[in-house]
């Protein structure tokens, strides 16, 4: 909703209050969307559903990030990239990573790609140099290695064999963590799959990413949800 104007105050708020939400759902406690747009009207004024139309931008943002999203809360595409930058920046801070932004240009490559008489691009021969600080988190090579070995070279997603083997001869499968390290996750044969690089952008993705999901942790016997 690009004729919203935020305050970094409310964007920062509603973002915390997604977190949180999103947080009880995944721990599986009941959670009341409507009081937490309830708390944000009582400390900025506008409407409840100015707020639930700003929590869907927010899943919107996560999507491109190819982060996880809350059922409930559908992404909604209607902001803008400066919106959707501000937000993502406010996530990454929240959940105290750091990684490559992407959703103002994604939004950008959305938008062109709507318009029906769009010019074909002269691109950049040089394009332009910018550094970026990014945070990473440790992570164990013997998980993604036990992991690997449990798969076999198969994906345990669509359960079809690698599609093709790395330049090093074996089987090129993916990790994937089912509940993303930035969300919390653990680095833990508990927490991650063998994916084929398809199954992989799905579930990061693709609009049916949550049944995807569902159907990984009934079906890999080792997963457990936290
Ligand atoms: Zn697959
Ligand atoms: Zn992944």
Not at 104 to 123: C, H, M, N, T, Y
Not at 160 to 180: I, M, N, R, T
Not at 192 to 221: F, K, S
Request: glycine share 6%; aromatic share 8%.
């Amino acid at each position: 909703m690009d004729d919203v104007s935020w305050s970094d105050e409310e964007l920062k708020a509603s973002i915390e209050a997604y977190v949180e939400m999103q947080r009880n759902e995944r721990t599986g406690q009941l959670i009341v969307k409507k009081q937490y747009y309830k708390k944000l009207v009582e400390m900025f004024g506008r409407s409840e559903r100015v707020f639930e139309s700003l929590m869907q931008n927010i899943s919107y943002v996560l999507s491109l990030m190819g982060r996880g999203w809350m059922s409930g809360l559908k992404p909604a595409r209607d902001i803008g990239p400066l919106v959707a930058a501000r937000i993502e920046q406010l996530l990454e801070q929240i959940s105290g990573q750091k990684a490559v932004p992407v959703a103002a240009f994604e939004i950008a490559v959305r938008e062109a790609a709507e318009q029906k008489d769009l010019p074909k691009p002269s691109g950049n021969p040089r394009p332009k140099r910018r550094r970026i600080s990014v945070a990473q988190l440790e992570r164990d090579p013997n998980v993604k290695a036990w992991v690997l070995q449990q798969a076999a070279g198969t994906c345990e997603s669509c359960e079809k064999p690698a599609p093709f083997q790395g330049a090093d001869g074996s089987p090129y499968l993916e990790l994937h963590y089912v509940q993303g390290l930035a969300d919390g996750g653990a680095d833990a044969v508990s927490n991650a799959v063998a994916l084929c690089p398809n199954c992989h952008r799905e579930i990061h993705y693709g609009a049916n990413a949550q049944a995807v999901e569902a159907w990984l942790y009934d079906t890999v016997q080792r997963l457990e949800r936290d």
